[in-house]
């Protein structure tokens, strides 16, 4: 299923074409994703953000903590945290979702792999 994307993403990514190492850029891109919820395309930009700039993984980690807080029961937040924390090397933390995620829904293959 396609992804409508909104004017804003629009925007940002058109920039980024423009100016692909603009952080400020990257991590506005993260937030318009998390606030859309389209939360596996948050974790990609965060990923590539904190490859960027390795000093503010804990400020990215943290921005989808709080959307993982406000939705405990949202398993694609927790995926992306996992994916997050898996692709920035903090595996054990990754794992610990992926755990919670298979808590809640035994049956999501995605955590199990």
């Keep these: 299923m396609a992804t409508v994307m909104s004017p804003q993403v629009a925007h940002l990514l058109k920039a980024l074409e423009h ?18 919820q389209l939360f596996a395309q948050a ?11 390795p000093n503010i993984f ?4 943290l921005q989808f903590e709080r959307a993982a ?22 595996v054990e933390d990754a794992v610990m979702e992926l755990e919670e995620v298979l808590e809640l829904d035994a049956n999501r293959l995605d955590a199990a792999q």
């Design 19 to 36: 100016n692909p190492r603009n952080s400020v850029l990257r991590n506005q891109l993260v937030a318009a994703y998390l606030g859309e």
């Design 43 to 53: 974790a990609e930009a965060a990923v590539q953000l904190v490859r960027l700039r």
């Design 58 to 61: 804990a400020d990215q980690a």
């Design 69 to 90: 807080l406000e939705n405990p029961y949202n398993l694609s937040i927790r995926l992306a945290l996992a994916e997050l924390y898996q692709s920035c090397g903090y």
